[in-house]
Nanobody
Framework: QVQLVESGGGLVQAGGSLRLSCAAS????????MGWFRQAPGKEREFVAA????????YYADSAKARFTISRDNAKNTVHLQMRSLKPEDTAVYFC???????????????WGQGTQVTVSS
């Protein structure tokens, strides 16, 4: 089992940047694919990005391509989401998730953090 704690959210102006972090407990962090999801008010939780066990492969939603970068540090049990050129429509609660397999849907991830709020003002 793994426990996840997100941090780094906040209020930023449009065009700005934020770096989200997710700290994982346990000694098997490198056994998990890590993902980032987000949920805006009144909307379903959606996939943002994922990274495989070694960090050698990354996957992005179309909305995140070219603006967001996911990375991981297996020595520190952390995964990051660097977000640039933020837009008001990026406003959401961002969740970190973990699963043993490369998956992309909410229903497939086994473990979730509590989320961190990102608000982008226009």
């Amino acid at each position: 089992q793994v426990q996840l704690v997100e941090s780094g959210g906040g209020l930023v102006q449009a065009g700005g940047s934020l770096r989200l972090s997710c700290a994982a407990s346990g000694r098997t962090f490198s056994s998990y694919v890590m993902g980032w999801f987000r949920q805006a008010p009144g909307k379903e939780r959606e996939f943002v990005a994922a990274i495989n066990w070694s960090g050698g492969s990354t996957y992005y939603a179309d909305s995140a391509k070219a603006r967001f970068t996911i990375s991981r540090d297996n020595a520190k049990n952390t995964v990051h989401l660097q977000m640039r050129s933020l837009k008001p429509e990026d406003t959401a609660v961002y969740f970190c998730a973990a699963d043993p397999q490369v998956v992309f849907t909410v229903y497939e991830y086994d473990y979730w953090g509590q989320g961190t709020q990102v608000t982008v003002s226009s």
